[in-house]
Protein backbone atom coordinates (compact mmCIF):
# COMPACT_ATOMS: atom_id res chain seq x y z
CA UNK A 1 0.00 0.00 0.00
CA UNK A 2 1.01 3.63 -0.62
CA UNK A 3 -0.28 6.23 1.25
CA UNK A 4 -1.09 9.78 -0.41
CA UNK A 5 1.98 11.05 0.71
CA UNK A 6 3.47 8.51 -1.62
CA UNK A 7 5.23 6.27 0.69
CA UNK A 8 4.80 3.03 2.11
CA UNK A 9 4.54 4.33 5.81
CA UNK A 10 5.66 5.88 9.14
CA UNK A 11 8.13 4.72 11.80
CA UNK A 12 6.92 6.34 14.56
CA UNK A 13 9.04 6.92 17.53
CA UNK A 14 8.95 6.95 21.41
CA UNK A 15 10.73 9.45 23.73
CA UNK A 16 14.13 9.22 23.40
CA UNK A 17 15.14 11.31 26.68
CA UNK A 18 18.86 11.39 25.71
CA UNK A 19 19.08 7.65 24.53
CA UNK A 20 20.87 8.87 20.89
CA UNK A 21 23.23 6.00 20.94
CA UNK A 22 20.11 3.87 21.42
CA UNK A 23 18.07 5.79 18.70
CA UNK A 24 20.80 5.33 15.52
CA UNK A 25 20.82 1.40 16.85
CA UNK A 26 17.12 0.93 16.59
CA UNK A 27 16.97 3.54 13.38
CA UNK A 28 19.26 1.03 11.58
CA UNK A 29 17.54 -1.87 12.64
CA UNK A 30 14.33 -0.87 10.99
CA UNK A 31 16.96 -0.33 7.68
CA UNK A 32 17.45 3.49 8.21
CA UNK A 33 20.99 4.30 6.69
CA UNK A 34 23.61 7.47 6.98
CA UNK A 35 24.21 9.67 3.87
CA UNK A 36 25.90 12.83 4.55
CA UNK A 37 25.12 12.43 8.39
CA UNK A 38 21.40 12.27 7.67
CA UNK A 39 19.45 9.39 8.60
CA UNK A 40 17.59 8.44 5.82
CA UNK A 41 14.73 5.10 4.18
CA UNK A 42 14.14 4.85 0.19
CA UNK A 43 10.34 4.52 1.42
CA UNK A 44 9.41 5.50 4.62
CA UNK A 45 9.84 8.53 7.09
CA UNK A 46 9.89 8.77 11.34
CA UNK A 47 7.76 10.86 12.99
CA UNK A 48 9.17 11.52 16.82
CA UNK A 49 6.74 12.10 19.44
CA UNK A 50 8.84 14.52 21.64
CA UNK A 51 10.45 14.52 24.81
CA UNK A 52 14.42 14.07 22.78
CA UNK A 53 15.59 15.82 25.83
CA UNK A 54 17.04 15.37 29.45
CA UNK A 55 17.94 12.10 31.53
CA UNK A 56 19.92 10.19 29.02
CA UNK A 57 23.52 10.52 28.71
CA UNK A 58 23.69 11.61 24.82
CA UNK A 59 21.17 14.36 24.61
CA UNK A 60 23.47 16.16 22.01
CA UNK A 61 23.46 13.40 19.73
CA UNK A 62 19.33 12.49 19.96
CA UNK A 63 18.54 15.85 18.96
CA UNK A 64 21.27 16.33 16.04
CA UNK A 65 19.99 12.90 14.82
CA UNK A 66 16.23 13.93 14.86
CA UNK A 67 16.86 17.35 14.20
CA UNK A 68 18.84 16.89 10.66
CA UNK A 69 16.36 14.03 9.57
CA UNK A 70 13.64 17.04 10.16
CA UNK A 71 15.04 19.55 8.45
CA UNK A 72 16.25 16.93 5.32
CA UNK A 73 12.34 16.20 5.47
CA UNK A 74 13.68 12.44 6.41
CA UNK A 75 11.16 12.76 9.66
CA UNK A 76 8.39 14.41 11.12
CA UNK A 77 8.33 15.70 15.13
CA UNK A 78 5.57 16.81 17.62
CA UNK A 79 7.07 18.57 20.90
CA UNK A 80 7.19 17.43 24.31
CA UNK A 81 6.46 18.17 27.72
CA UNK A 82 10.05 18.20 28.17
CA UNK A 83 10.52 20.49 25.50
CA UNK A 84 7.98 23.19 26.57
CA UNK A 85 9.93 22.75 29.81
CA UNK A 86 12.99 23.83 28.47
CA UNK A 87 11.40 26.74 26.68
CA UNK A 88 9.56 27.94 29.51
CA UNK A 89 12.30 27.66 31.55
CA UNK A 90 14.61 29.84 29.46
CA UNK A 91 12.07 32.43 29.08
CA UNK A 92 11.28 35.21 31.42
CA UNK A 93 7.73 36.25 31.77
CA UNK A 94 7.86 39.93 30.89
CA UNK A 95 10.81 40.55 29.02
CA UNK A 96 14.64 39.91 29.24
CA UNK A 97 14.82 42.10 32.56
CA UNK A 98 17.00 39.66 34.94
CA UNK A 99 13.59 41.28 37.42
CA UNK A 100 11.24 39.54 34.87
CA UNK A 101 10.02 35.48 36.77
CA UNK A 102 11.04 32.73 34.38
CA UNK A 103 7.99 31.14 33.25
CA UNK A 104 9.06 27.79 34.50
CA UNK A 105 10.88 28.77 37.86
CA UNK A 106 14.15 27.92 38.65
CA UNK A 107 13.23 25.48 41.70
CA UNK A 108 15.61 22.43 43.23
CA UNK A 109 12.85 20.40 41.16
CA UNK A 110 12.57 22.10 38.18
CA UNK A 111 15.90 22.51 37.53
CA UNK A 112 16.28 18.30 38.81
CA UNK A 113 14.85 17.50 35.33
CA UNK A 114 16.74 19.67 32.96
CA UNK A 115 20.29 19.44 34.76
CA UNK A 116 21.33 16.18 32.47
CA UNK A 117 20.56 18.33 29.47
CA UNK A 118 21.96 21.72 30.56
CA UNK A 119 25.70 19.65 31.71
CA UNK A 120 25.69 18.37 28.44
CA UNK A 121 25.42 21.85 26.69
CA UNK A 122 27.66 23.53 29.13
CA UNK A 123 30.23 24.10 27.15
CA UNK A 124 27.82 25.24 24.00
CA UNK A 125 26.03 27.91 24.97
CA UNK A 126 25.22 29.06 21.46
CA UNK A 127 24.08 25.54 20.13
CA UNK A 128 21.62 25.22 23.35
CA UNK A 129 20.17 28.72 22.05
CA UNK A 130 19.72 27.38 18.62
CA UNK A 131 17.91 24.05 19.96
CA UNK A 132 15.48 26.30 21.68
CA UNK A 133 14.92 27.98 18.30
CA UNK A 134 14.02 24.88 17.30
CA UNK A 135 11.74 23.79 19.26
CA UNK A 136 9.62 26.41 19.13
CA UNK A 137 9.46 24.82 15.20
CA UNK A 138 7.49 21.99 16.86
CA UNK A 139 4.06 21.16 16.09
CA UNK A 140 2.11 20.56 19.47
CA UNK A 141 0.04 17.95 17.34
CA UNK A 142 -0.13 16.00 13.69
CA UNK A 143 -2.77 14.68 10.95
CA UNK A 144 -1.37 13.03 8.19
CA UNK A 145 -2.33 9.75 5.80
CA UNK A 146 -5.24 9.30 8.10
CA UNK A 147 -2.96 8.97 11.77
CA UNK A 148 -2.94 10.71 14.16
CA UNK A 149 0.37 12.32 16.67
CA UNK A 150 0.25 14.13 19.79
CA UNK A 151 2.65 13.58 22.96
CA UNK A 152 0.42 12.94 25.28
CA UNK A 153 -3.42 13.07 24.91
CA UNK A 154 -5.62 14.11 21.87
CA UNK A 155 -8.25 16.15 23.29
CA UNK A 156 -10.72 17.20 20.05
CA UNK A 157 -12.11 19.99 21.87
CA UNK A 158 -9.34 21.64 22.83
CA UNK A 159 -7.11 21.01 19.53
CA UNK A 160 -9.95 22.16 17.10
CA UNK A 161 -9.93 25.68 18.47
CA UNK A 162 -5.57 25.51 18.67
CA UNK A 163 -5.53 24.65 14.94
CA UNK A 164 -8.18 27.01 13.97
CA UNK A 165 -5.82 29.85 15.79
CA UNK A 166 -2.36 28.23 14.42
CA UNK A 167 -3.19 25.79 11.45
CA UNK A 168 0.07 24.34 11.61
CA UNK A 169 0.15 23.38 14.78
CA UNK A 170 2.96 25.80 15.95
CA UNK A 171 2.70 28.05 18.91
CA UNK A 172 4.66 31.38 19.26
CA UNK A 173 6.33 33.17 21.77
CA UNK A 174 2.53 35.06 23.20
CA UNK A 175 1.41 31.53 23.23
CA UNK A 176 4.34 30.65 25.28
CA UNK A 177 4.18 33.34 27.70
CA UNK A 178 0.71 32.30 27.96
CA UNK A 179 0.60 28.82 28.73
CA UNK A 180 2.46 29.79 32.45
CA UNK A 181 -0.83 31.40 33.33
CA UNK A 182 -2.78 28.73 34.99
CA UNK A 183 -6.75 28.57 33.36
CA UNK A 184 -5.55 30.45 30.11
CA UNK A 185 -6.45 28.47 26.67
CA UNK A 186 -2.45 28.72 26.16
CA UNK A 187 -2.44 26.91 29.34
CA UNK A 188 -5.18 24.60 29.24
CA UNK A 189 -3.72 23.02 25.25
CA UNK A 190 -0.20 23.09 26.34
CA UNK A 191 -1.14 20.74 29.38
CA UNK A 192 -3.51 18.73 27.88
CA UNK A 193 -1.50 17.43 24.83
CA UNK A 194 1.81 17.57 26.50
CA UNK A 195 1.11 16.40 29.70
CA UNK A 196 -2.49 14.36 29.44
CA UNK A 197 -4.87 13.87 32.32
CA UNK A 198 -3.82 14.02 35.85
CA UNK A 199 -6.16 13.24 38.72
CA UNK A 200 -5.39 14.77 41.86
CA UNK A 201 -4.82 12.07 44.84
CA UNK A 202 -7.13 12.45 47.43
CA UNK A 203 -5.58 15.10 50.60
CA UNK A 204 -2.70 13.76 52.59
CA UNK A 205 -2.23 11.17 50.28
CA UNK A 206 1.30 10.85 47.71
CA UNK A 207 2.51 8.46 45.11
CA UNK A 208 6.78 8.22 45.76
CA UNK A 209 7.43 7.53 42.26
CA UNK A 210 10.39 5.10 41.10
CA UNK A 211 12.13 8.18 39.22
CA UNK A 212 12.87 9.99 42.61
CA UNK A 213 9.73 12.36 43.01
CA UNK A 214 6.76 12.77 45.01
CA UNK A 215 4.01 13.38 43.31
CA UNK A 216 0.75 14.49 44.71
CA UNK A 217 -1.42 13.42 41.18
CA UNK A 218 -1.71 10.30 38.60
CA UNK A 219 -1.82 9.77 35.03
CA UNK A 220 -4.96 9.13 33.60
CA UNK A 221 -5.41 7.72 30.20
CA UNK A 222 -8.30 8.80 27.74
CA UNK A 223 -9.44 5.53 26.26
CA UNK A 224 -12.21 4.27 28.89
CA UNK A 225 -15.62 5.53 27.80
CA UNK A 226 -17.40 5.52 30.68
CA UNK A 227 -14.98 5.27 33.74
CA UNK A 228 -16.09 4.27 37.31
CA UNK A 229 -12.95 4.27 39.58
CA UNK A 230 -9.49 5.04 39.70
CA UNK A 231 -8.26 1.61 38.31
CA UNK A 232 -10.46 2.70 35.43
CA UNK A 233 -7.96 5.03 34.36
CA UNK A 234 -4.74 5.47 35.99
CA UNK A 235 -2.07 4.59 33.27
CA UNK A 236 1.93 4.80 34.81
CA UNK A 237 4.25 2.63 36.26
CA UNK A 238 3.72 3.50 39.89
CA UNK A 239 1.53 1.60 41.02
CA UNK A 240 -1.40 3.56 43.34
CA UNK A 241 -1.00 3.51 47.31
CA UNK A 242 -3.29 1.43 49.37
CA UNK A 243 -6.47 0.58 48.18
CA UNK A 244 -7.00 3.73 45.62
CA UNK A 245 -7.81 1.79 42.45
CA UNK A 246 -11.34 1.05 44.09
CA UNK A 247 -12.16 4.48 45.19
CA UNK A 248 -14.84 6.11 42.98
CA UNK A 249 -14.41 8.84 40.50
CA UNK A 250 -15.98 11.77 41.38
CA UNK A 251 -18.33 13.51 38.88
CA UNK A 252 -15.79 16.93 39.17
CA UNK A 253 -12.95 14.34 38.14
CA UNK A 254 -14.65 12.55 35.22
CA UNK A 255 -15.48 15.46 33.99
CA UNK A 256 -12.09 16.81 33.48
CA UNK A 257 -10.96 13.31 31.59
CA UNK A 258 -10.83 13.12 27.44
CA UNK A 259 -12.65 10.47 25.70
CA UNK A 260 -10.60 8.57 22.28
CA UNK A 261 -13.59 6.58 20.70
CA UNK A 262 -12.75 3.50 18.82
CA UNK A 263 -14.09 5.00 16.10
CA UNK A 264 -11.37 7.82 15.78
CA UNK A 265 -8.08 7.52 13.64
CA UNK A 266 -4.99 5.34 14.42
CA UNK A 267 -3.41 7.65 17.58
CA UNK A 268 0.00 7.21 18.41
CA UNK A 269 1.24 8.90 21.69
CA UNK A 270 4.30 8.50 23.92
CA UNK A 271 4.67 9.95 27.52
CA UNK A 272 3.67 7.35 30.05
CA UNK A 273 6.80 5.32 31.27
CA UNK A 274 5.22 1.86 30.07
CA UNK A 275 7.17 -1.04 31.10
CA UNK A 276 7.52 -4.75 29.85
CA UNK A 277 6.19 -6.01 26.31
CA UNK A 278 4.81 -2.82 24.12
CA UNK A 279 1.37 -3.82 24.10
CA UNK A 280 -1.84 -2.01 22.88
CA UNK A 281 -3.99 -0.26 25.00
CA UNK A 282 -7.19 -0.28 22.72
CA UNK A 283 -7.07 -1.07 18.88
CA UNK A 284 -6.53 2.26 17.47
CA UNK A 285 -3.87 3.38 20.07
CA UNK A 286 -0.59 3.37 20.56
CA UNK A 287 1.58 4.52 23.46
CA UNK A 288 5.50 4.30 22.40
CA UNK A 289 7.24 5.42 25.78
CA UNK A 290 8.36 2.42 26.92
CA UNK A 291 11.29 3.92 29.58
CA UNK A 292 13.79 3.96 26.79
CA UNK A 293 16.02 6.27 29.82
CA UNK A 294 15.73 3.75 32.11
CA UNK A 295 17.47 1.39 30.58
CA UNK A 296 13.98 -0.33 29.69
CA UNK A 297 13.22 -0.63 25.47
CA UNK A 298 13.23 2.82 22.66
CA UNK A 299 10.35 1.78 20.79
CA UNK A 300 9.01 2.35 17.28
CA UNK A 301 5.70 1.54 15.71
CA UNK A 302 5.97 0.96 11.91
CA UNK A 303 2.46 2.17 10.31
CA UNK A 304 1.41 0.80 7.17
CA UNK A 305 -1.64 2.94 7.05
CA UNK A 306 -3.70 0.04 8.98
CA UNK A 307 -6.73 1.34 10.78
CA UNK A 308 -6.65 -1.05 13.53
CA UNK A 309 -3.22 -1.87 14.93
CA UNK A 310 -1.13 -4.80 15.43
CA UNK A 311 1.17 -5.49 18.03
CA UNK A 312 3.68 -7.23 15.70
CA UNK A 313 4.64 -3.59 14.35
CA UNK A 314 6.15 -2.67 17.18
CA UNK A 315 10.23 -2.96 17.05
CA UNK A 316 12.24 -1.69 19.74
CA UNK A 317 15.47 -2.14 21.22
CA UNK A 318 16.92 -2.34 24.73
CA UNK A 319 18.85 0.25 26.22
CA UNK A 320 22.06 -0.47 28.07
CA UNK A 321 23.36 0.81 31.38
CA UNK A 322 26.08 2.07 29.16
CA UNK A 323 24.79 2.95 25.65
CA UNK A 324 28.76 2.80 24.23
CA UNK A 325 28.38 -0.88 25.07
CA UNK A 326 26.46 -1.48 22.49
CA UNK A 327 28.10 -3.54 19.91
CA UNK A 328 26.09 -1.89 17.15
CA UNK A 329 26.43 1.08 18.46
CA UNK A 330 28.10 3.27 15.56
CA UNK A 331 29.51 7.15 16.59
CA UNK A 332 27.31 9.89 14.96
CA UNK A 333 28.83 13.09 13.50
CA UNK A 334 28.06 15.59 15.39
CA UNK A 335 30.05 18.40 13.66
Known amino acids: MTLASGLDGYDLIGDV ?15 YTQCDGIYCHPRRKVIFLGDLID ?18 DQALIVMGNHEHNALSYFHRAESDDDD ?10 NHRVIKETLDQFQQRPEEWEDYLDWFMTMPLCLERDGLRVVHACWDE ?14 IDYAFLKSSASKGSFAHRVMDRLTRGVQ ?19 FRAHFWAQHPLTYGDVVFQPDSLPDDLEARALSAHERSQLSYYGLDEPPLFI ?3 WCEGIPALPVPNIACLDYSAVKYGRLVAYRWDGESR ?7 WVRVMPDE ?7 EFDLL
Open 270 to 272: GHY
Open 55 to 72: RGPHVRQALAIARRMVEA
Open 100 to 109: SEWLRPHTPR
Open 324 to 330: QSQKNFR
Open 309 to 315: LDADRFV
Open 17 to 31: HGCGATLAVLLEKMG
Open 199 to 217: VTLPEGVVIRSSDGFTRHA
Open 157 to 170: ALIRPFLERYPDGR
